[in-house]
């Protein structure tokens, strides 16, 4: 069993880097992943946990095999809490790490668990256990874009993620079923069934550029996507990052390539 959350109240800052303002009640306490952090009212106390803080009442093996789940999801084996020690409401805020959207889950609305990409937690109220979900299949495992493993999020409390670009919400019916590059696929509730299917057709193959798989939901349940996955963000800065000399690729010329082909510079 885990702990009830605490109840925070919010606020989504921005539009494109987003940030959250979480208000704190005395003695409530609000979870993040290391790094996070942007700002907070004087009275709030900062801790760092070992694991996800969800059973840090249970004992030593509970905590050990907490932090364990976060070194396979690729996270730290710790945790920071923000706990307001004083009298009054206070606001602490976390940032988002890339343009994007932070989307805001009560978890009790979702049958208290929620799966998502490793990377898109980013705060949560205390007592939300941030653990990890393995794909017993084994096309998902190699082939789903996030491998065998990926975050589950458990609890009653509020949870918030990040995805990039604009984030789009699908509520699916019983054998509803949705194709979803891998990279875009956020989120989704634990009813939702995941599996992967593959393109097909050998142009499609090698020349669609949009990859081999498709990740295939099937409702009912609700999914979560993004429009820009970071991955596909730092390829485009990469393709253009400046060549040696300080000159980037085609830049000042309109023959671009040929141009620097010409120039001498290929």
Known sequence: MYLNAHEIDFEILGEELQSVEIELDPQETVIAE????????????????????????????????SAGKRILTGESLFMTAFTNTDYGKRKVAFAAPYPGKIIPLDLAQYNQKIICQKDAFLCAAKGVSVGIAFQKRLGVGLFGGEGFIMQKLEGDGMTFVHAGGNIVKRV?????????????????????????????????TLFGGEGVFFAQLRGPGTVWMQSLPFSRLADKIISSAPKMGGRRKGEGSILGGLGDWLDGDN
Do not use: E, H, W
């Not at 952090?37 to 009275?43: K, R, S």
């Not at 801790?47 to 050990?64: A, H």
């Open 34 to 65: 290391a790094g996070a952090f942007m700002y907070m009212d004087n009275g709030i106390a900062m801790n760092t946990l070992f694991g996800d803080g969800s059973r840090q009442d249970q004992g030593i093996l509970n905590k050990l095999f």
């Open 172 to 204: 699916l019916g019983p054998g509803d079923t949705l194709k979803v590059d891998t990279g875009c696929l956020v989120a989704f509730t634990s009813d939702v069934d995941y599996d992967i299917q593959f393109v097909g057709g050998i142009k499609n």
